[in-house]
Structure formats: C-alpha cells, structure tokens
C-alpha cells in the first residue's frame, strides 16, 4: 500500500516569514495529493489539493508543487499569520484501494 | 463539511465494554471512511465502505466493527478486543471513492477508556 512520509514535524517561523512542508510517497500511481489543515480540536480541513497532470497549483498565499519523477510534493505559505498556526496534513491516493493514506502531520507555530 | 454528523462528541468506556460511534451525512456521498487520530500518528484508516452494504478493513481494523445499511449512516463499534481504544475518531465522506473527489471530515469524537 501507500506510505506517505511528511517533514518536519514541527516548524515555527515568524510572522511574515515562508513555511514549507515537505511530503514523500511511495506509490507511483497515486495522482492526487490533497493538503489539510486542522486546528486544535477540530476536524481537517482541505487547504489545497493537486492532481498528477499539473505540477503546480496556487490559491493566494499557499501554494503546492508536485514531482512526479521524485515522488514528492511539497506546500509552501507565504507571508505566514498567526491564524495559519495549526497541525498540516498531506495525503496521497492509495491507488489500489482509492483511500487516502496520510502523513504524521506538521504542526506550525506562527509567531506573532 | 457542515454535512456529517458525528455523536456523541465525547465519550466514556469502561473496559470490557463496546461502544458506538454514530456518523450520519446528508451530502449524498457513496463513500464513508473512519480514521482514528492519535498525537504523532497522524490519520490512520480503521474502516471504509464505497457502497451501502459493502465495506473493507483499513489499516488498523482489529478490534473495530462496522455496518453499512443505509447510505448516510456508517456506525463504528469499538469492541472490547480493542486494547488501545483512547483516541480521536474522525469520520468522512465523499461523493465518490476518493479517486480525486474532496473527502470532508465530520467535527469527530473522543472516546476515553476509564
């Protein structure tokens, strides 16, 4: 099956500083990538999400690239707030069975 | 996401007992999911179900039960051969299997053995 490896798991930056969270997955037929968001106590919420045939897609200030070849995707906030502090999730379609399988998580700590 | 019900929020279990948690949704979605959510692990997928009926193990299925009856309702029973049952329990939906379709999480709920 699908194994998603996700880096760092923790990350803080300063207010109006990037933020860039790394993911790996071993499937090589996965074609969609979805990034979530999940605040402390509440349930994840889809940020941003890319399929195979783009390498890139961008909405405002977050943004995520994909590499196919390298089997790596990454998200990238800029300009970060304290509001984007929170526990980030990547995921990658387990194309054998059509689930998700998702990383350990990063949680980013936006300094103010 | 404002779709799926889950109840209850926060429950109690003794040890040796079963308990179930409720999911409801009214997006019209085929495909429901449970994960389990602990600190460090990520999500990990207890069981999932594409059609009424019909439904498979996940990754961490042992000691976990489900049932598929109607479309917009997909119940988890955590039984007692469950040894680590405290968790965060999330469960979600899409329209489709997850084949690129946007899968939405219900708001969860902690189970606590005591």
């Known amino acids: 099956g699908e194994n998603v490896e996700q880096h760092p798991s923790t990350l803080s930056v300063q207010e109006g500083d990037s933020a860039v969270i790394k993911c790996t997955y071993s499937?090589?037929?996965?074609?969609?990538f979805p990034w979530y968001k999940q605040e402390l106590g509440k349930r994840p919420q889809l940020i941003i999400d890319?399929?195979?045939?783009?390498g890139e897609k961008k909405d405002q200030r977050i943004a995520v690239t994909l590499n196919k070849t390298a089997k790596h995707f990454s998200l990238h906030i800029t300009e970060t707030q304290p509001e984007d502090s929170a526990v980030y999730f990547c995921?990658?379609?387990?194309?054998?069975?059509?689930?998700?399988?998702f990383g350990k998580g990063t949680m980013l700590l936006v300094s103010p | 996401d404002g779709g799926i019900t889950q109840s209850p929020k926060y429950l109690f279990r003794k040890e040796g007992q079963n308990v179930t948690l409720s999911c409801e949704q009214n997006?019209?979605?085929?495909?429901m999911y449970w994960y389990r959510q602990d600190p460090g692990q990520g999500l990990r997928l207890i069981y999932y179900?594409?059609?009424?009926?019909?439904?498979q193990k996940g990754d961490i299925a042992e000691g976990y039960s489900v049932s598929r009856e109607k479309k917009e309702s997909f119940p988890l029973t955590v039984t007692s051969a469950q040894k680590n049952p405290t968790a965060f329990y999330l469960c979600?939906?899409?329209?489709?299997?997850?084949?690129?379709?946007?899968?939405?999480f219900g708001e969860g709920s902690w189970l606590t053995v005591v």
């Open positions: 995921a990658a379609l387990n194309s054998g069975y059509s689930t998700l399988t």
């Open positions: 179900s594409q059609i009424v009926n019909d439904f």
């Open positions: 890319i399929r195979s045939n783009v």
């Open positions: 997006l019209n979605h085929d495909a």
């Open positions: 979600a939906s899409s329209s489709r299997q997850a084949s690129g379709n946007t899968i939405y």
């Open positions: 499937d090589s037929a996965s074609n969609y």
